[in-house]
T-cell receptor, first 118, second 111 residues
Framework: GAVVSQHPSWVICKSGTSVKIECRSL??????MFWYRQFPKQSLMLMAT?????????EQGVEKDKFLINHASLTLSTLTVTSAHPEDSSFYIC??????????????FGEGSRLTVL | AQSVAQPEDQVNVAEGNPLTVKCTYS??????LFWYVQYPNRGLQFLLK??????LVKGSYGFEAEFNKSQTSFHLKKPSALVSDSALYFC?????????FGSGTKLNVKP
């Protein structure tokens, strides 16, 4: 199946710093990528939909200036957590669909990034 | 409104016994339904999907799911559980360019 690579897997940072997480589709093109946040023992919360070449669409309650999303190419989307604080500590997961799969294609997920803000 | 419900937070089953993880959905229009599995500190892995056609869908690792339109259900099943099947399972619904995930069900398979 298709592979989505997410990096870094783990990151620890000091409060007030910014952290960038990369999401790459390795063997397919993804016009749309999705960023999720998962709290312990909870389901995935959709944060935003990343569209190649245009602005991301954020879900209600997600701060656009806090979570910057850039989708510069058909294989790369980045999430930057700006001025991170301990409450931003979480597991962030990206996912993508093959651009050629239409409405019936499944999502392929990255391995997730565990962010810990001290 | 679109939604997915997984009524069980946890399912316990003995190795070798059949397992069922329940999922019900609500959608306007035809449902596209998916099952994913998540191991600790990992992303989600695709198991199977229902788009149209045969109500019994077969997927990875011996899993299958039965689509039941009248009961709006899409339960995940496996005839004989393995200890390695222990993980978190998510049912998902796709509609209007969004995926809606259930709350997840933790499957515990005991030797």
């Amino acid at each position: 199946g298709a592979v989505v690579s997410q990096h870094p897997s783990w990151v620890i940072c000091k409060s007030g710093t910014s952290v960038k997480i990369e999401c790459r589709s390795l063997d397919f093109q993804a016009t749309t990528m999705f960023w999720y946040r998962q709290f312990p023992k909870q389901s995935l919360m959709l944060m935003a939909t990343s569209n190649e070449g245009s602005k991301a669409t954020y879900e209600q309650g997600v701060e656009k200036d806090k979570f910057l999303i850039n989708h510069a190419s058909l294989t790369l989307s980045t999430l930057t957590v700006t001025s991170a604080h301990p409450e931003d500590s979480s597991f962030y997961i990206c996912s993508a669909r093959d651009a050629g799969s239409g409405d019936t294609g499944e999502l392929f997920f990255g391995e997730g990034s565990r962010l810990t803000v001290l | 409104a679109q939604s997915v419900a997984q009524p069980e937070d946890q399912v316990n089953v003995a190795e070798g016994n059949p397992l069922t993880v329940k999922c019900t959905y609500s959608v306007s229009g035809n449902p596209y339904l998916f099952w994913y599995v998540q191991y600790p500190n990992r992303g989600l892995q695709f198991l199977l999907k229902y788009i149209t056609g045969d109500n019994l869908v077969k997927g990875s690792y011996g899993f299958e799911a039965e689509f039941n339109k009248s009961q709006t259900s899409f339960h995940l099943k496996k005839p004989s559980a393995l200890v390695s099947d222990s993980a978190l399972y998510f049912c998902a619904l796709y509609n209007f360019n969004k995926f809606y995930f259930g709350s997840g069900t933790k499957l515990n398979v005991k030797p």
